[in-house]
C-alpha cells in the first residue's frame, strides 16, 4: 500500500474513492483530499488551520497519531483541545504583546498560564498594599517634627515605585504586522 493510499484511508477516504476526479467529491472529502496532498509532501514545516474540521472522531484519531509521529515542525491552530492535548508538545501563547513558550500540551499550558495570571495579580495587589501602606505613615507622621524625615524617605520610595498596571488581554483584538526584508 502507498502513502497516498495509506493517508486517504487514514482520513475516511475508502479505497474505492482514491481515482474518483476530486469534483465528484462532497465538500468534506475534498478537504480531506487537499488535507491529505499536505501529509503526503512531508515538509519540513507543515502549517494546520482548524485540520480537525470536516473529520470523523476516527480520522481526528489517525491524524492524531500521524501528526505524533511526524518529523518536521508543526505549527497549529486548532480550538479542539483534546486534539491539542494529544498532538501538541509545545504552546506559544501569543498574549499582552508578546509570545510565550510554555513546554508541554494544552493542559499544561493552561494551568500554568493561570499560574501566571494568578502570581501577576498577587504581586500588583503585593505592591499596591505595600503603596498604601508606605502613604499611611507619610499621611501620620508628616507634620510631626521627629517622623518628617521618615516621611519623606517614604514619600521618595513611593516615587520610585514603578506601578504595574493590571494584566489586559490582547487576544480580544490581537493586532500583527510583518515586515519583509529585502536581500539585496
Not at 486517504?8 to 476530486?22: D, K, Q, V
Not at 492535548?85 to 500554568?112: M, P, W
Request: contains cysteine.
Amino acid at each position: 500500500k502507498s502513502l497516498a493510499d495509506e493517508i486517504l484511508e487514514g482520513l475516511g477516504i475508502a479505497s474505492i474513492l482514491h481515482n474518483n476526479p476530486i469534483k465528484v467529491l462532497s465538500g468534506g472529502y475534498k478537504w480531506r483530499v487537499f488535507l491529505a496532498q499536505v501529509l503526503i509532501n512531508q515538509p519540513d514545516i507543515l502549517l494546520l488551520d482548524e485540520p480537525t474540521n470536516h473529520l470523523d472522531i476516527i480520522s481526528i484519531h489517525w491524524l492524531e497519531k500521524f501528526l505524533s509521529n511526524y518529523a518536521g515542525i508543526i505549527i497549529l491552530v486548532s480550538h479542539d483541545k483534546r486534539f491539542m492535548d494529544n498532538v501538541a508538545t509545545c504552546i506559544l501563547d501569543i498574549d499582552f504583546r508578546t509570545i510565550t513558550q510554555y513546554k508541554g500540551n494544552f493542559s499544561h499550558f493552561e494551568k500554568a498560564k493561570a499560574e501566571f495570571l494568578l502570581r501577576k495579580e498577587k504581586e500588583i495587589l503585593s505592591q499596591q498594599k505595600e503603596i498604601e501602606k508606605k502613604q499611611d505613615f507619610v499621611e501620620r507622621f508628616r507634620a510631626k517634627a521627629s517622623k518628617a524625615r521618615q516621611a519623606q524617605s517614604r514619600l521618595k520610595q513611593i516615587e520610585k515605585i514603578v506601578i504595574q498596571e493590571p494584566i489586559k488581554t490582547t487576544r480580544i483584538s490581537p493586532k500583527f504586522s510583518f515586515s519583509v526584508d529585502s536581500l539585496g
